[in-house]
């Protein structure tokens, strides 16, 4: 469509003409993401002119359809000049009904009352959503006129208005808190956001707390999460993740990351409308556990209206289990991102383990039984420890690092006990890195409570190849029928070999330090021993 045409028609005061046109666009663009650069001038001049219509008094209807050309035009950044100015970004933010301005008003804008007004302030959120975005310009606009503190005079209001409206104010808040480390500050300690989202997710999952930081069971006939509310929420979820991101420790702020820690595992134990989504709740549950302090874990498992189970001190572990399943099905998952996907889960539950004992014991049950089967090779089967052995070899050194060292804290930091389910080739990784190549265990203090093995593996111990971590068929000797002459030609052969690539550069020999690190053999062999003495 011709853009001097909509541009010409923009001058005039025309109303029917220009919605004419313009919806034209629209309808030719809702789908357009990658625009012609040949007339990037000219929809950067469209741009200003849809904000020079905007600012005048036109129709509800009007108006948003001039938002809606705004919203298309605004998903190329290199036309957005005139956009992210403080006078368009003055015009959006009073279409979208949100107090801004140099005082950063703390109230609410009448609200819309017609089904026309509200799609004018939808339309102008979601244009907002994607000016913040695109523009850097706009980002330093919007925290200037405190665009944060009107989103957050809108959602203490707390009214029952349009879905969309809620949705599209979550999510700006979501971006203005993600790309203005400054904003995140101010909604912390200035505007108490995190009470604020919490309060919100309380009233959209319709929570009832039945003590301090215990929320009723939603129990087995409980119906999923309505679709609408689980948008709103999850947008709720991705704003808190930004606030918790860093030191949130004020007044008060242990009961309130508590009652977050509690809101969390209430929803673990939800289900949402599909699979997917199911999925998509609990891993923004558990990315932003990750961001609370260790210490408000036990929200988790310490339910003492519902009770728990005796063995584990009476503690609650239905969401720990949940925990677990997440991992195994993102473990599971072909051709996932495991840095994405797996990490956060896998640092949530090591996190866990190593600082709650009850936590660590259920979980070692589930992963790390006691082991009977040391024919096969630790890394080769379906079980969840089989899997996590195999990801201590990963390519990506973040998923094998997190893997192993999950496996390391449910082992109590013993090496001896990792081996002992891992074989050593499967840990060397993780014990150079720790420097525990000589044995021993990580700095971590932990309960006395013993390892009890099978009869099972107590008879085939002597016969367990510890670098692969199982008995091995007994192998032909291949120098067995060889002369002494001949065993000392390949001996020798073996030798120079290792010169010649040493020589190349191709590897190093390396040794073990006293200490359990790596270091050039030459180094390792000249530092002394621990019997070492200077008298004769």
Not at 194 to 217: F, I, N, S
Not at 257 to 265: E, F, S
Not at 417 to 437: D, E, F, I, P, S
Request: charged share 25%.
């Amino acid at each position: 469509m011709d853009l001097n045409s909509i541009l010409s028609k923009l001058e005039t005061n025309n109303e029917e003409e220009i919605k004419r046109l313009l919806h034209q666009y629209n309808v030719e663009n809702s789908r357009t993401f990658t625009f012609d650069p040949k007339e990037e001038d000219l929809r950067s001049r469209l741009c200003q002119g849809l904000l020079t219509v905007l600012g005048r008094q036109v129709g509800s209807c009007c108006q948003s359809t001039c938002l809606e050309t705004l919203r298309i035009l605004s998903r190329d950044k290199r036309v957005l000049g005139p956009v992210g100015t403080r006078e368009g970004m003055l015009v959006l933010a009073g279409l979208a009904r949100l107090q801004a301005g140099e005082e950063g008003g703390d109230s609410l804008q009448e609200d819309a009352q017609t089904e026309e007004e509200e799609r004018v302030v939808v339309e102008a959120l979601k244009c907002l959503c994607n000016v913040v975005f695109n523009s850097v310009a706009a980002q330093q606009v919007g925290a200037d006129v405190q665009l944060a503190r009107g989103l957050c005079a809108r959602l203490h209001a707390a009214r029952a208005g349009c879905h969309e409206v809620g949705l599209f104010s979550l999510r700006l808040l979501f971006l203005l808190s993600a790309l203005r480390p400054d904003v995140r500050g101010g909604l912390q300690r200035e505007l108490h956001a995190v009470g604020l989202l919490t309060e919100v997710l309380e009233r959209t999952l319709d929570l009832r707390w039945v003590g301090p930081y215990e929320v009723a069971h939603p129990g087995l006939q409980a119906l999923p999460i309505p679709a609408e509310d689980n948008e709103r929420a999850m947008e709720a979820l991705k704003a808190l993740f930004n606030l918790t991101l860093s030191d949130t420790s004020d007044e008060g702020g242990d009961h309130q990351l508590r009652l977050v820690t509690a809101i969390m595992r209430h929803l673990l134990m939800l289900k949402t409308q599909t699979e997917d989504k199911t999925e998509e709740a609990h891993s923004h549950a558990i990315n932003l556990l990750s961001n609370l302090p260790v210490s408000c874990l036990d929200v988790l498992i310490d339910l003492p209206v519902q009770g728990g189970q005796e063995e584990y001190s009476g503690k609650n572990m239905d969401a720990v289990q949940v925990l677990l399943d997440f991992m195994e099905k993102r473990i599971d998952k072909q051709g996932a991102n495991y840095k994405e996907g797996l990490t956060p889960v896998l640092s949530l539950l090591t996190e866990g383990s190593r600082y709650h004992r009850e936590i660590r014991r259920y979980i070692k049950t589930q992963v790390l039984p006691p082991l009977k089967e040391v024919k096969v090779r630790p890394e080769i089967g379906s079980t969840v420890r089989n899997k996590l052995v195999r990801l201590m070899t990963h390519v990506d050194m973040g998923v094998k690092q997190s893997a192993a060292e999950f496996l390391f804290v449910l082992c109590k930091e013993s090496v001896d006990h990792l081996l002992k389910y891992t074989g050593y080739g499967n840990a060397a990784g993780l014990l150079v890195a720790r420097g525990l190549l000589a044995g021993g265990r990580g700095e971590t203090l932990y309960s006395d409570d013993e390892d009890s093995d099978t009869e099972e593996y107590k008879s085939a111990k002597p016969f367990i190849n510890p670098i692969t971590g199982h008995v091995e068929e007994p192998m032909p000797n291949p120098i067995e029928d060889m002369t002494e002459e001949q065993k000392e030609y390949e001996a020798q052969k073996l030798v120079n070999m290792f010169d010649k690539l040493s020589r190349q550069q191709l590897i190093r020999p390396m040794g073990v330090r006293r200490d359990g690190t790596l270091a050039p053999l030459e180094e390792a062999l000249r530092q002394p021993t621990a019997d070492s003495s200077d008298s004769d």
